[in-house]
C-alpha cells in the first residue's frame, strides 16, 4: 500500500466516526498540547485519504486534538489511500487498530467489543484480532448492563473495572437505590470485597422487604400512596445498616391488619385497596418517614 507524508490543515481532517474511544482526559490533553508546543508533534499521526481534500484519522486522534489545543494550523500525518472495502470491513478495521493501540477506559472498550460483535465477529475472533484473552470480552461487555452514571464512574476509574463489581451491583434490583449505593461506593474507593459484600447485603434487605408487602396487602397499598416515604424509610435502613426499631410497630400493624380481616381468604384488590386498615398504614409511613428525615438531618458523630 502506497504511503506518503505531508502537513495537513487540521480543519481538513476528521476524527473516524468508528473511534471507539469516548473521553478524552482533558488535563491529559493539554500536558500534550504543551509538548507540542515546545517540541512540535513528534510522531505523524495516520490518516486515510477521503476525497475531496479530506481526511479520516486512523490513529492519534488524541495528538490532532492536543495541536488544536496547541494552536496549530498543520499537522504531519502518514496518508495512506482509502481501501476498497465494504463498510462493514472498515468498521471492523477501525475497532480493531484502536483496540489494539489506544489506552481506552473499560466502558469505551467495551462499546468497541459491542459493536464488533453487533458486526458479526466471535469473542473468539475479537481476541484473535485484538491480542486480548477471550475472558476479556464478557468481562467487558457486562459493564454495558449498568446504569449509565455507574458507567461514568467505571470510565473515570473511581469504581473497579472486575466484572464482579458490575454483577454485584446488578444484583439490586431497585435502580435508584443501585445508583445511590454506587456513588457512594464510588465516592469512597470502596474496596471490590466491600463492593461485593455491600451489594448483598442491599439486595437482601429490599428482597425481604418486597416479601413483607407480597404477603401484606395493607402494607402493599399504603406504600403505593406513599411511595416517596417508603423509600425514604429504605434508605436510612440501609445507611444505618439496619431495620430502624420503630418501623417494626408499621409492620407489625399491617401484619395485625390483615390477620383479623374476615375477608382475608375471599378478599379481591380492589376490596383491599379500599380497606381503611390501608390509610392507617399509610399515615404510620408517613410518621416514619418524618422520623428518618430526623435520622438524615442529624450531624455524623
Known sequence: MTQTIASIPLDHIDPHPDQPRRTFDQAALEELAASIREHGVMQPITVEANGSDRYVIQLGERRWRAAQIAGLAEIPAIVVPAKQTSDRDR??????ENLQREDLNPIDEAQAFQRLTEAGLSNTEIARRCGVSSHR????????????EIQQFLASGQLHKDPRVARALLDIPDREVRIRYATEAARRRFSIKGILIGSRRIAAVIEAQE???????????AVRRRAAE????RQVELDLGR???????VKLAADATCAACELRDVASKQVCNTCPGVDVIANMIEIEANRARKKQARPAR
Open 91 to 96: 468498521l471492523i478495521r477501525a475497532l480493531v
Open 137 to 148: 470480552i464478557p468481562a467487558r461487555l457486562i459493564l454495558l448492563e449498568l446504569d449509565p
Open 211 to 221: 416479601l413483607e408487602r407480597e404477603k401484606t396487602p395493607s402494607l402493599a397499598f
Open 230 to 233: 417508603w423509600n425514604l424509610i
Open 243 to 249: 431495620r430502624m426499631p420503630s418501623w417494626e410497630t
